[in-house]
């Protein structure tokens, strides 16, 4: 199975972007929370400081030229090493979108750290360009700190993957080992099946059901229910009302699975998703004689109480 790499495939499918921001605060002494519940970066481009936060008994020192990536971390902020002083610290927010989450966010620790000494050539070269564009208020500057932002957060995280260790069992781990690296972009595609990526990997199906789970803490069937969720839920957001293209193109095959399978994990129908995202009633389907079919998956009482609710409209912003 080729294509796309595991670790660009994820990032796409999360919609991966950076918002950078940098504020060049006088006030003293200098200090750059994290934000919270989400995962954002921090370049020292110019300057010393350390990291402090709630949950960790020891300061971590930062050198001039090294990287911070933290996952909402609570509590957590940069702070100058000497108070009268500013660093020059670059930051991004990391905006990935999972309503239903995602098995590399799941996997992201509180805090990832990365120097120059320890990383290929391109990642001095990022700084350098932070560095440049910080010194002038040149035309594009943002959209030049959102790029090189991005590239040091895949350049971290490719590190972070390379110096696991053994003792790890989640979906960076998978994305260590050669085998799995091969075949972990296919386990979230929809169409993909546990046979098959057997057979890419030239194993048995119990060997390989095996090594996903020693290695990731997770069975692959696990997996690809989960990939083909979010796949029907996007579908589903995006406005399709057709739920046996919904279970086609999602990887479920029938509508009675794709039934089966929200109920499972979200305890809700797919038509009942629909109708709580879009604020309106599902829209049913004509049979050839030009009766409405009933919505097969919703329960006779779903059905009546989604026919004598009115839709609630939207709040205006």
């Known amino acids: 199975m080729s294509g796309m790499d595991p670790l660009s495939a994820a990032l796409d499918e999360l919609k991966f972007r950076c918002v950078a921001f940098v504020d060049r605060d006088p006030r003293l002494p200098w200090r750059r929370v994290f934000p919270a519940d989400v995962v954002s970066i921090h370049a020292v481009v110019e300057g010393h400081g350390f990291i402090e936060t709630d949950e960790l008994l020891s300061r971590h020192f930062l050198e001039e030229g090294e990287v911070v990536i933290s996952n909402g971390v609570r509590g957590g902020a940069l702070r100058a090493m000497d108070e009268g002083t500013v660093p020059d610290v670059i930051s991004a927010q990391i905006e990935l979108q999972a309503p239903l989450g995602h098995p590399m966010l799941a996997a992201l620790p509180p805090l990832i750290r990365a120097s120059s000494s320890s990383m290929p050539s391109s990642f001095d070269r990022c700084l350098h360009t ?8 040149t035309l ?21 993957v390379d110096r696991l260790g053994w003792t790890h069992a989640d979906w960076f781990r998978m994305l260590a080992d050669p085998l799995l690296r091969e075949h972990l972009a296919a386990a979230s595609k929809p169409e993909t099946t546990v046979a098959a990526l057997a057979a ?41 009302t057709d739920l046996s293209r919904v279970a086609r193109e999602s990887g479920f095959g ?29 829209p049913r389907r004509k049979s050839r004689d030009g009766r409405e079919e009933k919505d097969p998956s919703s329960t ?18």
């Open 300 to 317: 006779p009482g779903e059905r009546l109480a989604a026919d004598l609710s009115p839709a609630i409209p939207r709040p205006r912003p």
């Open 200 to 240: 890419a990997a030239g194993r048995s199906r119990q060997r390989t059901c095996a090594r996903f789970t020693r290695l990731g803490g997770t069975r692959p069937s696990l997996l690809l229910r989960a990939a083909r969720l979010r796949c029907a839920v996007e579908l589903l957001n995006a406005g399709e």
């Open 130 to 137: 932070l560095r440049e564009e910080l010194g002038a208020a």
């Open 140 to 160: 594009g500057r943002e959209t030049i700190f959102r790029q090189m932002c991005a590239s040091l957060f895949v350049l971290v995280l490719r590190r972070y």
């Open 254 to 282: 029938s509508r009675q699975a794709l039934c089966r399978a929200f109920r499972r994990e979200l305890g809700i129908t797919p038509a009942a998703h629909w109708r709580s995202t879009h604020q309106r009633p599902f």
